[in-house]
């Protein structure tokens, strides 16, 4: 008897975060990713066939000129005109860094392009980065409140709370990109 209402607290006291996760405070959904960390143990460091990443298409993207079509041997370029960035060819984030020592969540910047863009005139661009795991719950991930200009283009970080199978989104302006990433250790 003991055994069967032990899950049923569990998910009792679960289920209210799942619905105030999107609402809460950095700091509340940091503690909150600490409080559910023994999930990274189940995370797999091998990509599954369940999780669906980006991978370079048949034709790949090609930016417009003046931004050099040049691209490491490691990844691809994705995306249109309206907002582009560079995946890694087999499909997966690994190593990435806790933004403090004390945060427990994973952090990328992701660096996007547009035609057209101009550093000048948007030194602080406001793009929108969203992502939700796909693999297992998760609370989802946070993004930084301002962008930044760098490279020619535009930079953003983001922070992962947990490992897995990410399906991420971008939006600036009119345009919109959305790819699955796999992260791991």
Known sequence: MRRQIFPLAIVILITPACFLAPQMSHSLQTALASTFRFRQDRVKTELPQSCPVTRPPAHP?????????????????????????????????????????????????????????????DPQPISVVTGRRLDSPASPLLSDDHANNGAGGIVTGINLPTLGCWEIKAHYIDGDLTFVIWVKQ
Request: glycine share 10%; no cysteine.
């Open 61 to 121: 993207f090609v930016p417009p000129p003046p931004y050099s079509s040049k691209i490491s041997p490691d990844g691809f370029w994705f995306g249109t005109n309206k907002l582009w960035t560079f995946l890694p060819g087999d499909g997966t984030w690994s190593g990435l860094p806790h933004y403090t020592p004390t945060d427990p969540t994973f952090r990328q910047k992701l660096f996007f392009w547009r035609q057209g863009y101009d550093w000048r005139k």
